[in-house]
């Protein structure tokens, strides 16, 4: 399976879509919550930019929720 990494924030409802999606698919991988200084200043430095959800494949960004649950119904069971 790919590396993968979701930058998420738990405030905003397409990261809340993402995170639904992947209980109820029981989908677990790495998580960081930009509220977190930390890894908001990660997701801005290695993604370009702060927009949540990103799910960082290989360390490559994946934006839009939609996208992201495509992805993870395909490649993450």
């Given at each position: 399976m790919d590396?993968?990494?979701?930058?998420?924030?738990?405030?905003?409802?397409?990261?809340?879509?993402?995170?639904?999606?992947?209980?109820?698919?029981?989908i677990t991988l790495e998580m960081k919550?930009?509220?977190?200084?930390?890894?908001?200043?990660?997701?801005v430095e290695v993604g370009g930019k702060y927009q949540v959800p990103c799910l960082f494949i290989n360390g490559k960004p994946l934006y839009e929720s939609d996208d992201i649950i495509e992805y993870l119904g395909q490649n993450a069971k």
């Open positions: 590396n993968l990494t979701l930058y998420y924030s738990p405030f905003c409802p397409f990261s809340q879509k993402v995170l639904r999606y992947m209980e109820n698919n029981n919550d930009t509220n977190d200084p930390e890894n908001r200043g990660k997701l």
